[in-house]
């Protein structure tokens, strides 16, 4: 296993982390300003620059949350959900095809790397069974 499967969950809310500065740091004080100025409540709008700045913002902050349930998923079980794993990438060649130049693309390498992860569990075994070294309850049945 390597450093970015170990990993993955770091990397997700480095993405994030990443994600956040470049909203934050794209667009100056006057957006969130004049966000609070008109009183939050429906306060951005469909298009421009405010939706923008909502989106990395938003966006950004998944996607920390995200690293961080993965991380903690990963220490305790050794491995991630092959449903994690596909909708990352999912989500990442969806929004790719809408916007090919973006950093989209780091997503589905994520999502790559965690169905990788996902593969590795042997089937059949229970995460218990695994973390225990006993018999799965599929196996005693």
């Known amino acids: 296993m390597n450093w970015l499967e170990r990993h993955l969950g770091v990397a997700l809310v480095g993405a994030g982390i990443i994600h956040t500065l470049f909203g934050l740091t794209m667009y100056d004080r006057s957006v969130p300003v004049a966000l609070w100025r008109d009183g939050l409540l429906n306060s951005v709008g469909p298009s421009g620059k405010r939706s923008e700045w909502l989106w990395f913002t938003t966006a950004g902050g998944l996607l920390i949350g ?28 969806d929004d790719g095809v809408l916007q090919p130049a973006s ?7 994520e999502g790559f ?8 569990r042997p089937i059949g075994t229970s995460f218990a ?3 225990s070294g006993g018999a799965s309850i599929a196996s005693t049945a």
Not at 81 to 93: E, H, I, Q, R, V
Not at 115 to 120: Q, S, V, Y
């Open 66 to 93: 995200t690293g961080l349930l993965a991380r903690r998923h990963f220490r305790r079980t050794g491995t991630l959900p092959a449903a994690f794993g596909a909708s990352l990438l999912a989500t990442a060649l």
């Open 103 to 109: 950093g989209v693309w780091l997503v589905a390498a």
């Open 113 to 120: 790397v965690a169905l990788r992860i996902a593969a590795r």
């Open 129 to 131: 069974a695994r973390s």
